[in-house]
Structure formats: structure tokens, C-alpha cells
């Protein structure tokens, strides 16, 4: 007689919006909770929602209105070793749904190994779709250019859900405030290599402007095998506004600019 899917957990983390930094849900993490509770629905499991860090930040009660009856916190400060308290949890679930990477934490998409290395489970990463059947679990893999691949494994396990799986979380007001957070005390462990860790703002990368290109491609094919003017003009004489002028009639006639 095969073994029926009874416990399910989701690991959850703490976004942060990319415009105005203000945290907010993890969206992977979202798709990993709405995959969860397809699955918990249709199987019947029990599912918990699990977050290690601060249980005050607001940004938790987001994942109330996501579906998550309630969410449990694992009391954990930065330094902690967040993997190891997570595992200790998690260590009689069937399947464990994870985000593929964070949103404004550590961003180093490692968690999910990690935890399944802790756990001795197996871990398909990139998931878009997972079906159980028995003590199966078929998972459905993202991969570039449009590639899907089947990928078949055994529970327990550990997958990793791809921001773009086939689910649509829905928001309702109405079960945040139905729902609960709850703090779980453990005994986490300080990181080894918390002291060698440095937290700060991410700087972005300067964005480099460039002309669209209008020849057909028969001139582009040519201009890569012979060496031609491509034009333009160099400007040294006049004050720095005549130059700048320039530049800026540049931006507007080439509409990299709309001002």
C-alpha cells in the first residue's frame, strides 16, 4: 500500500520592492505558497508555512492574505544559522517548496540546497508544475528559451519554484486578518561565517544607452567585415553648455530621451 502526501511545508522570505526598497513579499516565494496549497487541497496534506527571521516585520502578514492560515516563525537573528533551524523543523514533511532565490535578503539562491543537503532529501530546482502520484513527485523544470523538462523523483523532498510556474496567487484582505502569525522559540546556532558577512544597499550598474539601429541587416553583415564611418561628429571647440547641447540633441533625435 503506497504512502499518502500528509505534510507539506513552504518556506517563505522577506522582499523588498526594487523601486522604493519598502519590504514587501518574496513573489517566488508566493508561487511556492499558492503550488502548496494546490497540492495540500487536492491530497488532503496539512501545510505549514515556515519563516526563520524577525516575526514583526509586517511584510508577513502578506503571505496571510496569500492564503497561509498561519505563519510560524522560527525566532532567528541575522546571524544565525537559519539552515540548520529550518531543517530541524522540516525534517518530517513530505515536500518542502521553497522560492528559487530571496528578494532583498542574502540573494544567493543557495537556501534550497542547502537545506535539502541538511536534510539528505533530493531537490529539483526551476520548478514551474508538480504533480504527486503515490510517492512520486513529477516535476515540470524551467528551462532557457522555452525548454520544459520532466524531472521524476520520490518523496520526502525539496523543490525550488520558479517565479514563472503555472499558478496565480490571489490577494484577499479578508484572510489576512482571519490569519495569524505565531513565533516558534529554537535554539539557532550563530552562523560560522556570520562575522565575515557585510550588508549593504546594492549598487546598480549604470545602464548604457545606445542608438537603435536602423540599416537593414544586408549593411549590418557588410559593416562586420569591412571597416567603414559610422558618422557621428567630435566636438572640442565652444563652452561646455554648446556642448552639451549637443549631446542632448543627440539623445532626442536618436529618442533615447523623451524630454
Not at 121 to 150: D, I, S, W
Not at 230 to 242: K, L
Request: net charge neutral; proline share 4%.
Amino acid at each position: 500500500m503506497s504512502r499518502k502526501l500528509s505534510r507539506i511545508a513552504v518556506l517563505v522570505s522577506v522582499g523588498r520592492h526594487p523601486v522604493s526598497g519598502v519590504a514587501r513579499y518574496s513573489r517566488n516565494d508566493a508561487a511556492a505558497l499558492e503550488m502548496g496549497r494546490l497540492l495540500a487541497s487536492e491530497h488532503g496534506a496539512r501545510l505549514d508555512v515556515l519563516h526563520a527571521g524577525d516575526a514583526a516585520n509586517p511584510a508577513l502578514e502578506e503571505y496571510l492574505a496569500l492564503g497561509a492560515e498561519r505563519v510560524e516563525v522560527l525566532a532567528c537573528s541575522e546571524d544565525n544559522d537559519a539552515v540548520a533551524a529550518l531543517a530541524v523543523r522540516v525534517r518530517d514533511h513530505d515536500l518542502v517548496l521553497t522560492g528559487t532565490c530571496a528578494e532583498g535578503a542574502f540573494d544567493s539562491g543557495m537556501l534550497p540546497y542547502q537545506l535539502a543537503d541538511a536534510l539528505g532529501f533530493p531537490l529539483v530546482g526551476a520548478a514551474v508544475e508538480a504533480l504527486v502520484a503515490g510517492t512520486n513527485v513529477t516535476v515540470r523544470q524551467f528551462l532557457p528559451k522555452g525548454v520544459r523538462r520532466r524531472v521524476e523523483i520520490t518523496w520526502p523532498a525539496v523543490v525550488a519554484v520558479h517565479p514563472l510556474a503555472s499558478v496565480t496567487p490571489r490577494y484577499a484582505y479578508a484572510r489576512q486578518r482571519a490569519g495569524a502569525i505565531e513565533v516558534s522559540p529554537v535554539s539557532a546556532r550563530v552562523d560560522a561565517e556570520a562575522a565575515a558577512w557585510r550588508v549593504a544597499p546594492v549598487q546598480r550598474k549604470p545602464v548604457r544607452l545606445a542608438a537603435q539601429e536602423k540599416r537593414s541587416g544586408h549593411a549590418r553583415m557588410l559593416s562586420a567585415t569591412t571597416t567603414e564611418s559610422r558618422g557621428g561628429s567630435v566636438v572640442i571647440e565652444g563652452t561646455s553648455v554648446e556642448k552639451a547641447q549637443v549631446i542632448l540633441s543627440y539623445l532626442r533625435e536618436h529618442q533615447l530621451i523623451d524630454y
